[in-house]
């Protein structure tokens, strides 16, 4: 068998690819626009693999034609001429995900799937770790940076499975006609209009997950989200919601007297206390929430969750705690890669803060993330970007700043303007195009620097 890996990539995905098929013994070329250079760590991986081709810094409309098969990654879009010319020439396009699915819905039917402009990682790592208590065999996937074809094997008869699901992905798997049997949407908020034409396309892929599904499937939604608290699932499917207050219809998680309870067909149950909550925000609390409410619908035990949740702290790059040197936190949360984001993160802290944020624009407004930088960030420092001229350019910005080309002069300049008592945050607001390889790269760098300063390494300078 011939297959084209579309898109290598550093996330996991196209290696992925390359490794189930090659491991399958097809014939596999991987193709990315992307130099070698910019690549090194997923080509390195495959160098001087028997049936494997690289051809970097260019697609061969050749390559697409003469082959079975086409892996895309989820972020190519299906308009690509490529993928066009693949599909004239009578070639099967798939993404690593829509295979993943085809395997092990032969295995199991059940499937989580969480998504949600934020927060979806969080949660599904969450639930993941609740499902653990009660069901060791449950495995983790999806938007994470580990191809799920590599959990193939793992997946066992009737095991749970939870997949973070990006509205990328969502999109892939459209002609698939298939949502998991538990859907699970924590937000939907302003994002990847460089990408997609309008939030109304943008809500069509991230749709997918829940409007397939059948009945008695599960259906669980943010209720304070203005764009979900309206959504109607399909005919016999189980809707429920989360969300902090206690006044609402139906089914769902909520917050009383500082306890997390749900309510259910039998009544009211508290399931822990909110105070055993490591993770910092109101946005955290929800994501909390929401895992509660799948797992006891999933009629897994309230002493299995509390215990679950009350161990996570956290996952790496999300509002992530890495340590302090004379007073002065630091906390990398890279992934807030959206100024609604950013927000989230920056009205987490109540002492003095400077914030480490820009980038590139993905064409998202502005103005409460300005507002959140007016009114809780004591000093502002910029990394170069479009995003970051955009921030700049309406004029509003009313505290100190400063714009540096590179993360090491940025990182110095935060720690000599924060007092002791402060705390230093990455929390971009934009995407990591240009100066990084990826939003992991510039979270891994910032964790990189913190680590020189706490091991003595490097000083504060004034």
Known sequence: MRVLVMGLGLHGGGLGSA?????????????????????????????????????????????????????KNPAVPPGSPYLRHAREHGVRVETDIGLFLDVIREKTTNI???????????????????????????????????????????????????????????GGIRDKRYSPR?????????????????????????????????ERDVLLVNRDDPFLSGIAPPPGVQRFTFGPGERFDGKGSFVRAGKIYVRDGEGEHAVMEVGAVK????HNLANVLAAVAAAWFERVPAGDIAEAVSSFTGIPHRMEYLGSWHGLAFYND????????????VRCFDCPLTLIAGGAD??????????????????????????????????????????????????????????????????PGFASFGMFQNEFDRGNQFKGLVAELLEGRVEKQS
């Open 362 to 427: 993905k064409g998202l407004q502005l103005e409460r993330f300005v507002e959140a930088i007016n009114e809780r960030v004591r000093t502002l420092v910029l990394l170069e970007g479009s995003g970051t001229a955009k921030l700049l350019g309406a004029g509003r910005v009313n505290v100190p700043y400063r714009v540096f080309d590179n993360i090491r002069d940025a990182f110095t300049h935060a720690c000599a303007s924060t007092p002791p008592s402060g705390a230093v945050l990455l929390s």
């Open 182 to 214: 538990i859907a699970v949407f924590t937000n939907f908020l302003e994002d990847h209009l460089n990408y997609y034409r309008s939030m109304e396309e943008y809500f069509r892929d991230k749709a997918v997950i829940f409007e397939n599904q059948r």
């Open 279 to 282: 993770l910092p925000g109101e």
């Open 112 to 170: 989580v799937g969480v998504t949600g402009t934020k927060g979806k990682s969080t949660t599904a790592t969450l639930i993941h770790g609740i499902f653990m208590r009660h069901w060791p065999d449950a495995v983790l996937g999806g938007n994470i940076t580990v191809s799920v074809l590599d959990l193939v094997e793992r997946v066992r008869e009737g095991a749970y499975v939870v997949l973070e699901l990006s509205s990328f992905q969502l």
């Open 334 to 345: 890279t992934a807030a890669t959206m100024p609604d984001a950013a927000v989230r993160g």
């Open 19 to 71: 490794n189930y098929f090659l491991e399958r013994g097809a014939v596999v070329t991987v193709t990315d626009l992307k130099p070698e250079r910019e690549l090194h760590a997923s080509v390195a991986k495959l160098r001087g693999r028997e049936r494997v081709r690289l051809v970097l810094g260019r697609h061969d409309f050749e390559d697409f034609r003469n082959t079975d098969l086409v892996i």
